[in-house]
Protein backbone atom coordinates (compact mmCIF):
# COMPACT_ATOMS: atom_id res chain seq x y z
CA UNK A 1 0.00 0.00 0.00
CA UNK A 2 0.66 3.91 -0.58
CA UNK A 3 0.97 5.22 2.84
CA UNK A 4 0.20 9.15 3.23
CA UNK A 5 2.42 10.92 5.70
CA UNK A 6 1.59 13.42 7.77
CA UNK A 7 2.70 16.31 5.70
CA UNK A 8 0.42 14.95 3.06
CA UNK A 9 3.84 14.00 0.72
CA UNK A 10 2.90 10.43 -1.05
CA UNK A 11 5.17 7.68 -0.45
CA UNK A 12 5.78 5.22 -3.27
CA UNK A 13 6.80 1.73 -3.27
CA UNK A 14 10.02 0.81 -4.71
CA UNK A 15 10.53 -2.15 -6.78
CA UNK A 16 13.58 -1.96 -9.12
CA UNK A 17 13.55 1.79 -9.12
CA UNK A 18 10.18 2.14 -10.05
CA UNK A 19 8.33 4.63 -8.03
CA UNK A 20 4.75 2.66 -7.41
CA UNK A 21 1.82 4.68 -5.79
CA UNK A 22 -0.76 1.88 -4.76
CA UNK A 23 -4.62 3.18 -5.02
CA UNK A 24 -3.05 6.99 -5.75
CA UNK A 25 -6.31 7.58 -7.55
CA UNK A 26 -9.82 7.45 -6.08
CA UNK A 27 -12.66 5.84 -8.19
CA UNK A 28 -13.60 10.03 -9.10
CA UNK A 29 -10.38 10.60 -10.42
CA UNK A 30 -10.35 7.56 -12.32
CA UNK A 31 -13.43 7.68 -13.73
CA UNK A 32 -12.66 11.46 -14.58
CA UNK A 33 -9.34 10.21 -16.77
CA UNK A 34 -11.58 7.42 -18.15
CA UNK A 35 -14.33 10.08 -19.71
CA UNK A 36 -11.14 12.29 -20.93
CA UNK A 37 -10.14 8.76 -22.73
CA UNK A 38 -13.38 8.61 -24.13
CA UNK A 39 -12.88 11.73 -25.70
CA UNK A 40 -9.26 11.37 -27.12
CA UNK A 41 -10.60 8.43 -28.84
CA UNK A 42 -13.72 9.71 -30.23
CA UNK A 43 -10.70 12.37 -32.44
CA UNK A 44 -7.98 9.63 -32.64
CA UNK A 45 -9.75 6.31 -32.64
CA UNK A 46 -7.12 3.56 -31.49
CA UNK A 47 -5.52 1.75 -33.57
CA UNK A 48 -3.31 -1.72 -33.38
CA UNK A 49 0.17 -1.01 -34.81
CA UNK A 50 2.34 -2.92 -36.29
CA UNK A 51 6.08 -4.07 -35.37
CA UNK A 52 8.99 -3.48 -37.27
CA UNK A 53 9.34 -7.08 -36.97
CA UNK A 54 5.65 -7.45 -39.19
CA UNK A 55 3.01 -8.68 -35.97
CA UNK A 56 0.53 -6.89 -35.32
CA UNK A 57 0.54 -5.73 -31.44
CA UNK A 58 -2.58 -7.05 -28.97
CA UNK A 59 -2.74 -3.60 -27.62
CA UNK A 60 -4.80 -0.81 -29.35
CA UNK A 61 -3.13 2.44 -29.15
CA UNK A 62 -4.11 6.20 -29.45
CA UNK A 63 -2.13 9.26 -28.07
CA UNK A 64 -2.67 12.83 -26.73
CA UNK A 65 -0.43 15.91 -26.91
CA UNK A 66 1.98 17.25 -29.50
CA UNK A 67 3.69 13.63 -29.97
CA UNK A 68 1.64 10.69 -30.61
CA UNK A 69 3.67 7.28 -30.38
CA UNK A 70 3.35 4.76 -33.51
CA UNK A 71 4.95 1.93 -34.83
CA UNK A 72 4.91 0.24 -38.56
CA UNK A 73 7.51 -1.94 -40.67
CA UNK A 74 9.83 1.16 -40.41
CA UNK A 75 10.03 1.27 -36.64
CA UNK A 76 8.92 2.72 -33.54
CA UNK A 77 8.78 6.78 -33.52
CA UNK A 78 6.48 9.96 -32.57
CA UNK A 79 4.50 11.51 -35.35
CA UNK A 80 2.92 14.54 -35.26
CA UNK A 81 -0.52 13.01 -36.53
CA UNK A 82 -2.83 10.22 -36.04
CA UNK A 83 -3.21 7.76 -39.11
CA UNK A 84 -5.92 9.75 -40.22
CA UNK A 85 -4.62 12.99 -40.92
CA UNK A 86 -6.19 14.76 -37.65
CA UNK A 87 -3.63 16.21 -35.12
CA UNK A 88 -3.45 14.51 -31.91
CA UNK A 89 -6.48 16.08 -29.26
CA UNK A 90 -4.35 18.28 -26.27
CA UNK A 91 -3.69 16.19 -23.11
CA UNK A 92 -6.18 16.65 -20.31
CA UNK A 93 -5.83 18.92 -18.28
CA UNK A 94 -5.98 16.42 -14.98
CA UNK A 95 -2.93 14.57 -16.22
CA UNK A 96 -1.18 17.68 -16.50
CA UNK A 97 -2.29 18.29 -12.76
CA UNK A 98 -0.57 14.81 -11.76
CA UNK A 99 2.26 15.13 -13.29
CA UNK A 100 2.96 18.45 -11.92
CA UNK A 101 2.59 17.30 -8.70
CA UNK A 102 4.70 14.04 -9.12
CA UNK A 103 7.86 15.29 -11.49
CA UNK A 104 7.57 18.81 -10.02
CA UNK A 105 10.93 19.58 -11.33
CA UNK A 106 10.47 18.11 -15.10
CA UNK A 107 9.07 19.88 -17.76
CA UNK A 108 5.54 19.71 -18.42
CA UNK A 109 4.89 16.35 -21.00
CA UNK A 110 3.98 16.50 -24.81
CA UNK A 111 2.46 13.27 -25.05
CA UNK A 112 0.05 11.27 -23.29
CA UNK A 113 0.26 7.38 -24.83
CA UNK A 114 -3.24 5.64 -24.30
CA UNK A 115 -2.95 1.46 -24.26
CA UNK A 116 -5.92 -0.27 -24.21
CA UNK A 117 -5.81 -3.76 -23.40
CA UNK A 118 -8.38 -6.47 -23.77
CA UNK A 119 -9.23 -9.79 -22.88
CA UNK A 120 -5.82 -11.67 -24.09
CA UNK A 121 -3.69 -8.56 -24.55
CA UNK A 122 -0.31 -8.27 -23.38
CA UNK A 123 2.91 -6.24 -23.94
CA UNK A 124 6.16 -7.83 -24.43
CA UNK A 125 9.14 -6.75 -22.66
CA UNK A 126 10.86 -3.47 -23.80
CA UNK A 127 12.45 -0.35 -22.88
CA UNK A 128 11.14 3.54 -23.74
CA UNK A 129 13.57 4.98 -25.44
CA UNK A 130 12.51 6.86 -28.29
CA UNK A 131 12.19 10.35 -26.34
CA UNK A 132 15.24 13.19 -26.60
CA UNK A 133 16.23 13.13 -23.00
CA UNK A 134 16.41 10.50 -20.31
CA UNK A 135 16.43 12.83 -17.58
CA UNK A 136 12.88 12.85 -17.72
CA UNK A 137 10.60 10.77 -15.75
CA UNK A 138 7.84 8.52 -17.38
CA UNK A 139 4.46 8.63 -15.81
CA UNK A 140 1.85 5.19 -15.85
CA UNK A 141 -1.61 5.55 -15.24
CA UNK A 142 -3.48 2.30 -14.57
CA UNK A 143 -7.36 2.57 -14.85
CA UNK A 144 -9.42 -1.35 -15.48
CA UNK A 145 -8.81 -4.40 -14.79
CA UNK A 146 -5.23 -5.36 -12.97
CA UNK A 147 -1.99 -5.83 -15.03
CA UNK A 148 0.72 -8.06 -14.41
CA UNK A 149 3.39 -5.73 -14.74
CA UNK A 150 7.35 -7.10 -15.32
CA UNK A 151 10.21 -4.78 -14.27
CA UNK A 152 13.78 -5.76 -15.57
CA UNK A 153 17.19 -4.32 -16.30
CA UNK A 154 18.74 -1.40 -17.74
CA UNK A 155 19.96 -4.25 -20.59
CA UNK A 156 17.52 -7.52 -21.48
CA UNK A 157 17.37 -10.20 -19.42
CA UNK A 158 18.55 -10.51 -15.72
CA UNK A 159 16.42 -11.17 -12.55
CA UNK A 160 12.90 -9.27 -12.94
CA UNK A 161 10.14 -8.54 -10.16
CA UNK A 162 6.15 -8.83 -11.20
CA UNK A 163 3.52 -6.60 -9.45
CA UNK A 164 -0.16 -6.37 -10.30
CA UNK A 165 -0.94 -3.12 -11.41
CA UNK A 166 -4.87 -2.34 -9.89
CA UNK A 167 -7.09 0.53 -11.10
CA UNK A 168 -5.62 3.98 -9.77
CA UNK A 169 -2.29 2.51 -9.34
CA UNK A 170 0.05 5.39 -10.70
CA UNK A 171 4.09 4.38 -11.68
CA UNK A 172 6.81 6.65 -12.41
CA UNK A 173 9.72 5.51 -13.91
CA UNK A 174 13.10 7.81 -14.17
CA UNK A 175 16.21 7.65 -12.72
CA UNK A 176 18.27 4.36 -13.16
CA UNK A 177 15.19 2.71 -13.70
CA UNK A 178 14.50 5.45 -16.63
CA UNK A 179 15.58 2.53 -19.22
CA UNK A 180 14.93 -0.13 -17.46
CA UNK A 181 12.98 -3.04 -19.28
CA UNK A 182 9.16 -3.98 -18.74
CA UNK A 183 6.21 -5.10 -19.61
CA UNK A 184 2.46 -6.60 -18.94
CA UNK A 185 2.07 -10.37 -18.95
CA UNK A 186 -1.32 -10.62 -18.69
CA UNK A 187 -4.61 -8.87 -17.29
CA UNK A 188 -6.76 -10.63 -15.30
CA UNK A 189 -9.68 -9.53 -17.91
CA UNK A 190 -13.22 -8.22 -16.38
CA UNK A 191 -11.16 -8.14 -12.26
CA UNK A 192 -12.72 -4.56 -12.34
CA UNK A 193 -16.25 -3.14 -12.77
CA UNK A 194 -14.33 0.52 -14.19
CA UNK A 195 -14.45 -0.43 -17.58
CA UNK A 196 -18.18 -1.79 -18.75
CA UNK A 197 -17.20 -4.77 -20.43
CA UNK A 198 -13.94 -5.28 -19.01
CA UNK A 199 -11.22 -4.31 -20.14
CA UNK A 200 -7.79 -1.80 -19.02
CA UNK A 201 -6.14 1.25 -19.87
CA UNK A 202 -3.05 2.33 -19.13
CA UNK A 203 -1.77 6.30 -20.10
CA UNK A 204 2.20 6.99 -20.07
CA UNK A 205 3.19 10.52 -19.89
CA UNK A 206 6.25 11.67 -21.54
CA UNK A 207 8.03 14.72 -22.51
CA UNK A 208 9.13 13.75 -25.88
CA UNK A 209 10.82 16.60 -26.88
CA UNK A 210 11.62 18.29 -29.91
C1 LIG B 1 1.38 -0.79 -19.34
N1 LIG B 1 3.42 0.35 -19.50
O1 LIG B 1 1.36 -0.63 -18.13
C2 LIG B 1 2.63 -0.63 -20.11
N2 LIG B 1 6.26 2.38 -20.07
O2 LIG B 1 0.39 -1.10 -19.98
C3 LIG B 1 4.56 0.76 -20.05
O3 LIG B 1 5.00 0.30 -21.08
C4 LIG B 1 5.31 1.80 -19.37
O4 LIG B 1 4.13 1.59 -17.32
C5 LIG B 1 6.99 3.34 -19.54
C6 LIG B 1 6.79 3.75 -18.26
C7 LIG B 1 5.83 3.17 -17.50
C8 LIG B 1 5.07 2.17 -18.06
FE1 LIG C 1 6.87 1.22 -21.69
Known amino acids: ?21 QGLLDRDAQRVLLHEVAAIQRKAPPFRPETPGGRRMSVSMTSAGRHG ?3 DRHGYRYVSRHPSGVAWPPIPAPLIALWRRLAPDAPLPDSCLVNLYGKGARMGMHQDRDEADFDHPILSISLGDEALFRMGNVTRGGRTESIWLKSGDVVVIGGAARLAYHGV ?23 VGG
Open 185 to 207: DRIRFASSSLIKGGGRVNLTLRV
Open 69 to 71: WFS
Open 1 to 21: MTHQAKDGALRPLLVKGFRIY
